[in-house]
Structure formats: structure tokens, C-alpha cells
């Protein structure tokens, strides 16, 4: 891994180790491929686990560095559970989230960049605990939801992507904030995507697979 963190390349002064370069790149298709609900999404995002795992912990970040390690953990588990939920007809199967659910990802979201960040900054972990935390614990619960094909997944990201452009320019990441800013982008265009497929399948049919979940 040393020699994807030691050699990159320059774009307008700033430079991106390879490291950096192919993880976010990774992380770009992981998008693309959770759009059309395919099950490349999480090997391909476990490649860019791995490779943004070492750009975070040069950077001094612990908690972008931890988070990858939930991503990994719940990659394993989403592409379980993704296997388990496809459809001949309508392939992964995804749903909007219950008003119960969508009550329990709020609270999931405060209480955990609170305690995340408190740890931080008591372990000396992070130069940015609040932000940082907030990035680590946003990415846990999207990925969770994207891994019960729950359609608000999207929404988290973008709560992620707003706190991680900032953090990565003032932590000189300069392509990954580029990433983050087109992620906005993708995720926008994911989510009108995904309410349309929960749309066209039938509601007996989405019931049934969330109750097996």
C-alpha cells in the first residue's frame, strides 16, 4: 500500500497520491453502480474501502480512517443482503422508509456524531472531531439503509457530502473534495432513480421482503 500513498501525479500544483486517485475513483463507480442496483456495487466499494483507508490515516483523520472499516463490515453485509432481496423481475427490490424508521436514522445520525466525535477528540484522533465525526457516522447509516434498499440512503449522503467537501479542502484532499462535489451531483440523480423504481414495485411484493430482512 506504501507505493500507492508514495506515487501519484499533479493536477493545477496539488498532488494526488494513487492511493487517493483510484480509491475515490472507486468510490465514484460505486454510485453509478448502486443506481442501477447492481451487486458490483460492493465489491467494487470494498477495493475503495481498502485504498481510502490508508489516504485517511496519512492524513491524520481517525475518524474517516475508522469509517472505512463500518464500510467494509457493511459491505459484507449489503452484499448479503442485496443477494437475498433480488427479484427476477425487478431486480433489487428498494422501498421509501416507514415514518418509525425514519425517526430512528435521525436519531442514529445525532446521537452517534456526538458520541463519535466526543471519542475523538478524547483519543486525539482528529484535528476536525465534530466534522469528521459526522462524515463517519453519516456514512454508516447510508450504507445500513442502502443495504435494506431503503430509498432515503440518498438523503443521508447528501448530508455527507455537504460536511465532506469543506473537511477535504482544508485537509488538502483536494480530488477527493472534487469527488464529494460531483457525489452531490450522482446522489441527486440516484435518488429520483430509486423513488422511481420503488414506484413500479408492487407494494405486496415490497412488504414481503422487508418483513424477510
Known amino acids: 500500500m506504501r507505493f500507492f500513498l508514495e506515487h501519484g501525479v499533479t493536477v493545477l500544483g496539488q498532488r494526488i497520491s494513487l492511493a487517493e486517485l483510484i480509491g475515490q475513483i ?81 436519531g442514529a445520525l445525532v446521537a452517534g456524531t456526538v458520541g463519535v466525535a466526543l471519542l475523538l477528540e478524547a483519543l486525539d484522533a482528529s484535528w476536525a472531531p465534530w466534522p469528521d465525526a459526522a462524515i463517519f457516522v453519516g456514512t454508516a447509516v447510508a450504507f445500513a439503509l442502502q443495504g435494506r434498499g431503503l430509498v432515503e440512503f440518498w438523503l443521508v449522503w447528501l448530508v455527507v457530502d455537504a460536511v465532506g467537501v469543506p473537511l477535504q479542502i482544508d485537509s488538502g484532499l483536494w480530488f477527493s473534495a472534487v469527488v464529494y462535489t460531483a457525489f452531490a451531483a450522482l446522489v441527486i440523480w440516484g435518488w429520483f432513480s430509486w423513488i422511481r423504481d420503488a414506484k413500479r414495485t408492487p407494494p405486496s411484493r415490497t412488504v414481503r421482503k422487508a418483513v424477510t430482512t
Not at 490515516?57 to 480512517?65: D, F, K, N, T
Not at 475508522?66 to 427479484?87: E, F, K
Open 26 to 106: 472507486c468510490a465514484l463507480a460505486v454510485v453509478f453502480l448502486a443506481k442501477y442496483r447492481t451487486l458490483w456495487t460492493w465489491p467494487v466499494q470494498v477495493a475503495a474501502t481498502v485504498l481510502l483507508f490508508s489516504v485517511y490515516v496519512s492524513a491524520h483523520l481517525g475518524g474517516l480512517a475508522a469509517r472505512q472499516v463500518i464500510i467494509l463490515l457493511i459491505s459484507v453485509y449489503g452484499w448479503w443482503a442485496w443477494t437475498r432481496r433480488r427479484d427476477p423481475v425487478f431486480g433489487v427490490v428498494v422501498r421509501r422508509s416507514t415514518l418509525t424508521e425514519v425517526l430512528v436514522t435521525i
